[in-house]
């Protein structure tokens, strides 16, 4: 090719189309580098997660909530002499709901307040704060907030909307260490 009788324009043109070729290859890179990121990051986040979700289920098993709501949080407790429970598994509430619920419990019911800090510390159900209700039901155990938040991580995977009993479910729930064959 002559560089002196060629057109200036075509340079012009190769020099634009290598640019480009440069920027896409760089852009190419960078998504590369983001997603892998993505991935390594949503990996430590889902292993936080299913932590959070155990530690929910430890403080479910440990905290007198499967006395009232059963096992299974599907109302179906293994004792009459407890309060009986919501089905968790068909509720409508959300997270928020849930955590005043679990926190403030609900005067005049069975549901006790799992918060010590509920009423006087932090308010419940919009009432300034006060001494707590005297139709409170007496909590098993009180709970810390970070108990409450891994309970809730718990509910919200594994409880709320997931309708029947699974036997997985089961299998989970005893660490495989339990008769499971009533659930399919």
Not at 19 to 43: E, M, N
Not at 118 to 135: E, M
Request: glycine share 8%; hydrophobic share 30%; aromatic share 6%.
């Amino acid at each position: 090719m002559d560089c002196a009788n060629s057109d200036p324009a075509s340079h012009l043109e190769l020099d634009a189309s290598a640019t480009s070729a440069t920027q896409s290859r760089r852009r190419s890179a960078a998504l590369a580098v983001a997603f892998v990121a993505f991935l390594l990051h949503g990996s430590a986040s889902l292993a936080q997660d299913e932590s959070k979700i155990r530690a929910g289920l430890d403080t479910w098993q440990s905290s007198g909530c499967a006395d009232c709501h059963g096992p299974f949080a599907d109302g179906n407790r293994d004792d009459d002499d407890y309060p009986q429970g919501a089905n968790l598994r068909t509720t409508r509430l959300g997270a928020a709901e849930i955590e005043m619920t679990i926190r403030c419990g609900r005067p005049g019911t069975g549901m006790p307040s799992f918060d010590p800090g509920a009423y006087t510390d932090r308010p419940c159900y919009g009432r300034p704060l006060s001494a707590p209700p005297d139709n409170l039901q007496p909590t098993p155990r009180p709970l810390s907030l970070d108990e409450i938040s891994a309970l809730i991580a718990y509910l919200q995977a594994r409880i709320v909307g997931h309708g029947k009993v699974t036997r997985e479910e089961c299998l989970s729930y005893y660490d495989g260490k339990a008769d499971c064959d009533d659930f399919k």
